[in-house]
């Protein structure tokens, strides 16, 4: 999929982050990442052989055009750092996103620099209108502690047992792009 001449399946950038489209060698590291202590996302099976079992199922998902993960690499230190999967890239007015992790010891900037990235993926590069409703576990306090001070995501009144359902606009994202493009966060640009 294709925008502005930029392309959602392929590397992307920001000033502090490199977003690079899943590989099958990532599998160990997004293994370690997923089995962490800290990981808020849906539990995953013990064997590593399971998440490569499940890199070439999503494989069909990426090359439908449905969804695509990015594993993300600070850019100053080179290292990987976390995982983010933008979903529904499919549909006309909407897009979504989850899985996002970023190991403990990346810097704390790096989570908001994401953030706004993934949503100028959709809303600028993909044209989208609406980001979500997605779910975020009631207990993850870290990520509701970021859509509050974030302010773009907002919650819906309506719950789901376990989960709180987020949903961001076009015109709330305008509302605050500028403001995280002169901190320096935000801006998504191919090298």
């Not at 989960?163 to 935000?186: D, H, M, P, S, V």
Request: overall charge positive.
């Amino acid at each position: 999929m294709t925008t502005n001449n930029v392309s959602v399946f392929g590397e992307l950038y920001t000033q502090h982050l490199v977003f690079r489209p899943l590989e099958i060698s990532d599998i160990p590291f997004v293994f370690a990442l997923r089995r962490s202590s800290h990981s808020y996302l849906h539990p995953i099976s013990e064997f590593i052989e399971d998440q490569y079992k499940y890199f070439e199922q999503y494989q069909e998902r990426l090359s439908g055009g449905l969804e695509v993960y990015y594993l993300l690499k600070d850019r100053q230190s080179n290292k990987q750092i976390g995982l983010v999967r933008l979903t529904r890239i499919n549909h006309f007015d909407e897009f979504s996103w989850d899985s996002f992790i970023l190991s403990q010891d990346a810097k704390p900037f790096l989570a908001i620099d994401a953030y706004v990235a993934v949503l100028e993926i959709g809303f600028t590069i993909l044209k989208r209108k609406r980001c979500g409703p997605f779910p975020v576990l009631k207990s993850n306090r870290h990520i509701q502690q970021l859509h509050r001070v974030m302010d773009i995501c907002v919650p819906l009144p309506l719950t789901s047992g376990e989960y709180i359902l987020y949903i961001a606009t076009y015109e709330n994202y305008l509302r605050l792009r500028e403001t995280y493009r002169r901190r320096g966060f935000g801006h998504v640009a191919v090298m």
